[in-house]
Structure formats: C-alpha cells, structure tokens
C-alpha cells in the first residue's frame, strides 16, 4: 500500500475514479462481509424495552415534567406547539427530542493508490433493527467526544475537532428529522489525510464504488454514512464525460445518459441556481409557522403512562424507554428514551428525463423542528398507515404515483434503510427512486424539478436539503457506477 501526495486532479474526478472502483485497498465485498460478519460476532447491544418510569439516569422533572439526563446533557424529551397557517393540520402538538448541541459526522479519506478510500466504521446502535450498521469514521454526540458518559474516548476524533492543518473537503451543519428533533444539527465532515494511520479493531477502508453496492442493500448503510456522503463534491464541468471516458452527448438520452449528464455543472437544468434560490427563499416567507416549546404534559392528544407515551389514536410514533447492554462501544450499559415510529415509511423522489437531463422532484417542506421554516424533502416522504381514514386533502401530493410504481423498470432505486438508531427505534423507510412522466408547473409553489448538480450544490449549504432528501441524494450517486457501465 502506498500513500499518495495531495492529488491536483480535481475532487470531483477523484471521486468519480472511486465511484468506478469496486475492489479497493481491503479487497472485494466477499472479503468485506468475511471482516463485517466476524466483528458482528464480537459486539452487539442487547436491548430491553423499559417503562418511562424505570429508566435509570433519567427523570421526569418536578416543573416541567419533560424527561432529562441527570447530567444535564445529551438530549430531553419535551413538548412542542405547532401552528401552521394555511395547512390541512393547521395546529397541533406533540412530544419532541431537543438536543441543542451539535455532534460531528465525520470521515477520513485518503488516496490509496491513486483511488480515494473512506474510512467506515462498523457500529451497533440500540435502535438498528438488523444490528451491525456501516457508519462514518466519527459518529458522536458532544456529550459522547467530551467524555459526558466517562467511557472509552472516540477514535479519530482529534482529525475533526482540530482540521484546520487539514484538507477538508465537507464541511458543514445539517438538520436531522424536523418531525421527531427539535432545530438538531450536526456537522457534517470529510478529511482526507495523506499520511499513514493505525486502522483500528472496527474500521476498514472502503472506495465509494464498494459503499454503493452496499447501499443498494436493505439497512447496511447507516443514516449519519449517508448525510456525509450527500454532502461531497459530487459535481463539475465535464463530470461526466468523466464517467464514461467519452463525450457523453453520444451516449444517448435514456437513463444512464440523462443521470450522468445530470452531475455535470454545464447540464441545462430547467431552473437555475438563482431561480431556484429564490423560489426556497420565497417558500420561507410565504409559510407562517409557530413553534413553542411547552411543557410535556401540556401535550394534548398523547397520553402518557409509566410505560410510553403515545398518541391517542396509535398514529405517529411513541417514546419508550430501553436498557441497553454493548459490547464493543464506549460504554458497557445504559438507559435511554427513544422514539418508536409506527409503521415503515415511504420516502422516494421522482425522476424526470428533461432534455435529457435527470431532474428530481423535491418539495418545499415545512416540518415543526426546522430551523428555517422550510427545506426540501424527497418528492414524498410519509407513512402512509397515518392517512388511513382521513380525507384525500389530507394525503401527501403524488403519493399514488409512487404506491401504484410496483417493481417494474420504473422503479430505478428501492430499498429498506433505517433512520439514526442512537435515538429512533426501529425506524424503516421505503426509500425509492422511480421514473416518471407526470409534471408540475414551471412555477407550482411547493415542488420543482432540479439536477443532481443542484441537489449536490445545495447539500453543501446548512438548511436546504433535508435528511430524508439528503440520504436519497446519496442513492441517486450509487446509480452512477451502473449508468457508466451502461452508457460506455
């Protein structure tokens, strides 16, 4: 193995270079599992659902009644009032996690020869429904990288803390579910290292070409592995000529060719950066939404006993209490809260050949715990078992083109994948990308077609991508290693 100077070429093009390779430093994706498999056998986290009421090192406050860590850290459960003017739902309130301090998300990456390779880690959370998740190098909370919980320090975190010596390629704070966290944010991050360093019990370099394959698998990938991907560089003039190695005007207007133009800078897009500036900007201002922090028991419609807390008609989601016992993590135990949503999830984008350009259809979403009124979400992001009985206005926009979508060659990406599992329990989504042939209005108010390079342009901001949007984002550059093989 040997280690590379900083490369001249440009990141984009690197990252296409690993895109493109699908055996790296640590061998093939047999080899991967072989490694994968054996440390799942060594950690694990047993998990025991809990009452409320039982969970040590919690407790539910005299005057608030909201649910705190005794060490006045990590995160507190609490109520959140909502008004939303002009909405089907209008006002309501709910319970809500409220995490004020910004965690880090955070990979190290190095050109092994010639190829950039991620350093993933394997990690166990408490909420993973199938165990064993591939994570990003870093994946802590403040409360966890400053010792709060007086365990094992957190590997590699010195790259991300202190990277001002350091080539960062992503850097930025991005909001985390609106619906179940309050104004949460995290720090996204890349650090690409020259030098060599110790690969520890846990962690294995992976070029991007082996993390998308893994991606196309049910729960592999974790939530944080796909925010930070999100947020590369995935963009550039010529990027896609890149791809193939050919000029990609002569592969064709089908898919692979419409999705590989769609990366590139100079790829005519329907609506410009500006335009579609404008058109988030002016989304912010139309939408007039109150969020007050209240008490927990001021929550109406959820009921609360010494076991959960849950809504008054099973919709949602409810906050139960979990014991933990690990093995391989920086403690050995714990008791928390957690959300356990109800039902699995659909979240998918449609897509659009546009003069030959892939757009995606994202919406101007309004959700309670955003910091900024609004961001953009997947095309639609809902459970679908909320809706039952409830009239058709109430139904997200496009949902029966996404449910009628079945399994044929329009669906381009599908698969199962669970949201953060240190704080939801068992959360599943349906994560889709399917083409169409419906359209929206140049000027529809709340969705609008945009190209991967603008998607990819706007994940490098705070606020604009969503992390429903921002994971699917990740999903559309895993298409990019088969559209090339398709289009070369």
């Not at 901001?461 to 559309?476: D, E, G």
Request: hydrophobic share 35%; aromatic share 10%.
């Amino acid at each position: 193995m040997t280690a590379d100077k900083p490369s001249k070429t440009p990141t984009a093009h690197r990252i296409a270079t690993s895109v493109l390779n699908p055996v790296g430093q640590s061998g093939d994706l047999e080899e991967f599992f072989q490694w994968f498999q054996e440390f799942g056998s060594r950690v694990y986290t047993d998990v025991e659902t809990i009452g409320l009421d039982e969970l040590s090192g919690w407790y539910t406050d005299a005057e608030t009644g909201n649910i705190r860590h005794q060490s006045g850290k990590f995160f507190t459960v609490e109520g959140l009032e909502v008004h939303v003017a002009d909405s089907y739902f209008g006002q309501w309130s709910q319970p809500i996690i409220r995490q004020p301090e910004i965690g880090i998300l955070g990979t190290v990456v190095r050109e092994i020869d010639g190829v950039l390779h991620f350093l993933m880690q394997a990690k166990v959370e408490p909420g993973n429904p199938h165990g064993l998740q591939l994570s990003p190098t870093v994946q802590a909370t403040r409360s966890n990288y400053t010792g709060v919980h007086r365990g094992r320090s957190v590997p590699y975190v010195e790259y991300f803390r202190d990277a001002t010596d350091r080539h960062v390629l992503v850097d930025v704070r991005q909001s985390e579910q609106g619906s179940w966290f309050y104004q949460k944010r995290n720090r996204n991050m890349v650090v690409e290292v020259t030098e060599d360093i110790e690969v520890l019990d846990g962690f294995r370099w992976l070029t991007l070409g082996q993390i998308h394959q893994l991606l196309a698998m049910d729960d592999v990938v974790n939530m944080d592995s796909r925010t930070v991907l999100a947020c590369m560089p995935f963009t550039g003039p010529g990027l896609a000529d890149r791809f193939t190695g050919r000029d990609v005007d002569r592969v064709g207007d089908g898919f692979a060719g419409a999705l590989l133009r769609s990366c590139s800078t100079d790829a005519r897009a329907r609506h410009t950066m500006d335009e579609n500036l404008s058109w988030i900007t002016e989304a912010r201002v139309r939408h007039q939404v109150t969020s007050r922090r209240i008490h927990l028991p001021e929550v109406k419609g959820w009921h609360r006993d010494s076991e959960k807390i849950s809504h008054e008609r099973g919709l949602y989601f409810d906050v139960i209490g979990v014991r933990v016992t690990a093995n391989g993590r920086e403690v050995t135990g714990w008791d928390q809260p957690m959300i356990r949503p109800r039902g699995t999830g659909i979240i998918a984008f449609l897509v659009k050949n546009i003069d030959g350009v892939l757009h995606a259809l994202v919406h101007a979403r309004v959700e309670a715990g955003y910091f900024d009124v609004v961001e953009l979400g997947p095309t639609v992001q809902c459970t679908p078992e909320n809706y039952v009985g409830m009239p058709s206005a109430a139904a997200p926009r496009f949902l029966h083109e996404v449910l009628r979508s079945g399994g044929g060659r329009r669906v381009r990406y599908q698969t199962t994948l669970s949201e953060e599992g240190g704080r939801f329990f068992y959360a599943l989504n349906r994560y889709q990308i399917i083409e169409t042939e419906l359209d929206v209005a140049p000027d529809d108010p709340d969705y609008r077609w945009m190209t991967v390079h603008q998607l990819t342009e706007l994940a490098k901001h705070s606020h604009y991508l969503n992390i429903q949007a921002r994971s699917l984002v990740a999903c559309l550059h895993s298409l990019f290693a088969s559209a090339a093989e398709e289009a070369a």
